[in-house]
């Protein structure tokens, strides 16, 4: 279960880690307890199975900086962390900046995040994820807190980023003909009022793809949201499930899942179609895409979704780790390189 990374290779990007460790003993507790077993870990370690209790951990650092809505101090503290991360990786991030909503104060700042991986190629994939947090819990059984309360996104928002982070340990090392850019997207939900827009950053990010080309060309685009519920059910959403360039894609998925055991990636649809970043992505970008959501959070009946329960207690590294392999095992599949599944 290796991917395709020389020894030689391998011992390189350790020695490449050595500064960051030193770095990473000046940064905050939370994220230095992150970055010191990835600094120390062997090569074999470094390129080993999606870490589903290492991913929580991102989590967890994650939800520590509170809330992390566009443009507040918690995104530019969870942007450095991101950076830090990918820098300790060998990794650099691409700040993909544009001008929020217009407030009192002038534009809201927003920047997509986007670390490629194997750069040169010009077939890439996309994985990616929200990274900002809704403003408030306005969902929350208690009316008060709807506009008062604290919102961190533990399981919308943090789940998501928190496998990015972890499944750049896993590609940052490959190569050949196929690449991967891991893709946060910002204004996902930079929402206050009924009127307000969603998914700001696909939207740009598509657009920019779809106006400027660029040299490369996105083969599919894999969303993750809300992907780290203890009670962890994946459905299809409906539009994918719908869209015949991106049905082949959401097939390979759960076929991976299947043969990985991951029952939790069950064949139904949501009963609600699912309008979330991977709309952008197929509708103005033209990329087959689809969105790996648990919108059940817990139960169909019971719901943590925009509440102030929303919180790391409520989600599970088993869960992450579940969602996480699935996505590796596909994606090293996808890529050719050894761990993947062959389509
Ligand atoms: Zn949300």
């Known amino acids: 279960m290796l991917p395709r990374i020389p020894n030689l290779l391998s011992r390189r990007w350790i020695a490449l880690l050595a500064p960051a460790v030193l770095a990473a003993a000046s940064m905050s507790p939370a994220h230095a307890a992150d970055a010191v077993p990835t600094a120390t870990a062997s090569p074999a370690a470094v390129t080993s199975e999606f870490d589903g209790q290492r991913a929580f951990g991102y989590l967890k650092s994650l939800c520590a900086l509170g809330p992390r809505y566009s443009g507040s101090p918690g995104m530019q503290q969870q942007q450095a962390l991101i950076a830090a991360h990918m820098q300790e990786l060998g990794l650099q991030v691409e700040r993909q900046e544009f001008d929020g909503p217009r407030g009192r104060r002038g534009a809201t700042p927003m920047a997509n995040l986007i670390v490629s991986l194997n750069p040169a190629a010009k077939e890439r994939i996309i994985l990616c994820a929200h990274y900002d947090t809704r403003p408030r819990p306005d969902r929350d059984p208690n009316p008060r807190l709807r506009t008062r309360g604290k919102f961190v996104g533990a399981n919308d928002g943090a789940s998501g980023t928190a496998a990015l982070m972890e499944l750049a340990q ?80 959401v097939d390979e998925i759960w076929d991976t899942a299947r ?70 095992t596909w994606v090293r599949g996808r890529l050719g390189v050894a761990g993947g599944d062959s389509p």
């Open 170 to 249: 896993h590609l940052r090392g490959v190569g050949g003909r196929r690449g991967v850019d891991l893709v946060f997207f910002d204004g996902e939900e930079f929402v206050f009022t009924q009127r307000d827009r969603y998914f700001l950053g696909s939207e740009h990010f598509a657009r920019q793809y779809r106006d400027e080309p660029p040299q490369h060309k996105y083969a599919a685009a894999v969303l993750l949201d809300m992907i780290a519920d203890k009670r962890l059910g994946i459905k299809y959403d409906g539009f994918s499930n719908r869209w015949s360039d991106s049905r082949p894609l």
């Open 259 to 328: 043969k990985l055991g991951v029952w939790e990636f069950t064949r139904s649809e949501w009963p609600t179609a699912v309008s979330d970043d991977h709309l952008a992505l197929h509708n103005i970008a033209k990329i087959p895409a689809c969105d790996i959501i648990d919108f059940a959070y817990p139960d169909p009946l019971n719901s943590f979704w925009h509440t102030t329960a929303d919180v790391p207690e409520n989600c599970s590294a088993e869960s992450l780790g579940k969602v996480g392999r699935v996505v590796l």
